[in-house]
């Protein structure tokens, strides 16, 4: 597995059924402390909601995840939310559905469908974009040779997670693991340059 799928805007969609209003929220996200900032975004925005449900997905493997009925009977909102989110085959995702109840029990099926369509509809207003799984290396070196180092990042498609440039230098890089053994052999290549890989 060398890329994966996920989505880097916020969309919101409405769905009703018998008087019940739902609003879903997709958000990318890419850590727990993500979601719950953006969970705490959504409930301060509809503090008199009935149920704020929830599920997402986390990684580049997709092996975090989580899914909320918030009170819905067990199996009702989470699970059919994150269905929706499998079904796109994303990961570092977020959706969060609001229901304000309308009066009518729409029973588990109604839930089941009302919580499956408005994550549905949701996603369908955002596009899936394809993302390279990267492999994180820790680069040290001085600043004479920082052109060097700059122009194998650019040109093997890495990405600067993090960099602290003095005399001395210290960069945090992400390679794409299509080309991670190319790479490395043209970082290796350059005089003064130390490298360490970092751990997942």
């Known amino acids: 597995m060398e890329v994966y799928f ?8 409405e769905f009703k059924d018998r008087g019940s209003k739902f609003l879903a929220y997709a958000f990318p996200v890419k850590t727990p402390e993500a979601v719950k900032e953006a969970l705490a975004e959504v409930k301060k925005e509809h503090p008199k909601a009935t149920h704020h449900c929830y599920a997402w997905r ?18 009702s ?11 796109k085959q994303i990961t570092d995702a977020l959706i969060v559905v609001v229901r304000y109840f309308g009066g009518s029990l729409l029973g588990v099926p109604g839930l089941i469908n009302a919580y499956k369509m408005s994550a549905a509809m949701v996603l369908q207003l955002i596009p899936v974009i394809q993302k390279n799984i990267e492999v994180k290396y820790h ?37 794409p693991k299509t080309g991670e053994e190319l790479c490395l052999l043209r970082l290796k290549d350059i005089y003064g ?3 360490t890989k970092r751990k997942a």
Do not use: H
């Open 139 to 175: 680069l040290s070196f001085d600043y004479t040779i920082m052109n060097d180092v700059m122009m194998v990042v650019k040109q093997n498609n890495c990405t600067v997670l993090s960099q602290e440039l003095q005399l001395f230098c210290e960069m945090e890089i992400g390679i």
């Open 58 to 75: 986390l990684g580049t493997g997709g092996l975090q995840f989580r899914a909320s009925d918030d009170g819905e009977p067990s199996g």
């Open 77 to 87: 909102a989470g699970k059919p939310i994150l269905g929706q989110i499998d079904s």
């Open 193 to 195: 340059l130390s490298i």
């Open 6 to 13: 996920t989505i880097d805007k916020t969309a919101v969609a």
